[in-house]
């Protein structure tokens, strides 16, 4: 697969301003590569696409139960949030069910992600805490799960923490990899960030979709699908839980009304997972499908407009659904004057392996 060839092309007039390399990794529910481009085996860091593998460690320790969490604060576990007051006072409310404060977080403030939060902020003098940052739901949801495991909540971001080896079990197992076939970095809220290849995040994305699948059909379904299953209806059902106001996560589980789960990983990375459906099948999968994004540059837009396009390619959903993305897909490229001033090219093909 080509490694060179530029995926999106922005142009400034008849000019060439930028060039943004990515990879790119389609696969079945099995994991099998259907199609790519680039290296769909590029090593990435998934950054907060990886959420849901963290989110269902905290399921399998037995946090839910012995917390009474519910299904909007597990897609608050697996949000990159826009700090606005729903995300911080949820945080807050976690906190209590767990009976711990802000205090034990150890994650820091920072400026939201929203605009509009950030206006308003300024405009009151808010400094932020802890149980604003982007990712407080898996702050809290971690110290709950060391909580349940028996363990201390002290220092429970530490890589050598049991509640942090147990995440690293869960995380490798479930991309189909030995637990040292995952490379861990320090994300920026501070908790152990996985590296693995790109087709395997797409896997993970795709065990999303067929968990969902197998628990609506009323089949027999083992305890991690169950608790696949269960993650992937609380994104899809609290998609606001998982951006917020405007933000591409939450629009597009909104616009394909639960049939499509997605989420962001900081600089240029992407996951998503796609129910069966006769558009799969033709594809090449027997049943969910699942594909994964790494823009080599980090560019969030160019990551935006590419997810969007390979929707448009993959023809997932109808053209109705995928329109109301259009904002994303192709953004208008303007300046203070409301002059366009440029357009975005696709320049990649997805190819079989």
């Not at 960030?193 to 089949?219: C, Q, W």
């Amino acid at each position: 697969m080509n490694n060179n060839k530029a995926a999106v092309v922005t142009y400034r007039g008849g000019s060439v301003e930028n060039l943004h390399h990515a990879n790119v990794a389609v696969v079945d529910a099995s994991g099998k590569l259907l199609y790519g481009f680039g290296n769909p085996q590029r090593m990435t860091l998934a950054r907060s696409a990886a959420k849901p593998a963290q989110a269902l460690a905290v399921l399998e320790a037995g946090a839910f139960e012995r917390f009474d969490f519910d299904e909007a604060d597990l897609a608050l576990m697996c949000a990159s949030h826009s700090s606005e007051p729903r995300h911080i006072e949820r945080t807050l409310a976690m906190l209590g069910k767990i009976d711990l404060t802000e205090s034990s977080m150890r994650c820091g403030g920072h400026p939201p992600i929203s605009d509009a939060v950030y206006k308003d902020w300024i405009k009151r003098d808010f400094t932020p805490t802890a149980a604003c940052s982007n990712c407080s739901g898996k702050h809290v949801g971690m110290l709950g799960a060391a909580l349940a495991l028996g363990q201390t909540a002290e220092n429970y971001e530490s890589p050598d923490h049991p509640l942090q080896r147990h995440v690293k079990a869960v995380v490798a197992d479930l991309c189909d990899l030995p637990v040292d076939g995952v490379e861990w970095a320090t994300d920026g809220c501070n908790l152990p960030t996985p590296a693995f290849p790109l087709d395997r995040l797409a896997r993970m994305y795709a065990r999303l979709a067929s968990a969902a699948d197998l628990t609506a059909s009323g089949e027999i379904a083992s305890e991690r699908t169950e608790a696949l299953a269960k993650i992937y209806r609380a994104m899809t059902r609290h998609p606001e839980m998982v951006a917020g106001e405007g933000r591409f996560c939450t629009e597009l589980m909104k616009a394909f009304d639960g049939d499509v789960v997605g989420k962001l990983g900081a600089d240029g990375s992407y996951g998503i997972g796609i129910r069966a459906s006769e558009q799969t099948l033709r594809l090449g999968s027997d049943g969910a499908l699942g594909f994964s994004v790494k823009v080599e540059d980090g560019n969030i837009e160019a990551l935006y407009m590419l997810v969007c396009e390979i929707l448009e390619r993959l023809q997932i959903g109808t053209s109705q659904q995928r329109g109301l993305l259009s904002a994303f897909h192709r953004p208008k490229m303007i300046n203070t004057m409301k002059r366009e001033i440029g357009h975005a090219e696709f320049s990649f093909e997805l190819q079989k392996p």
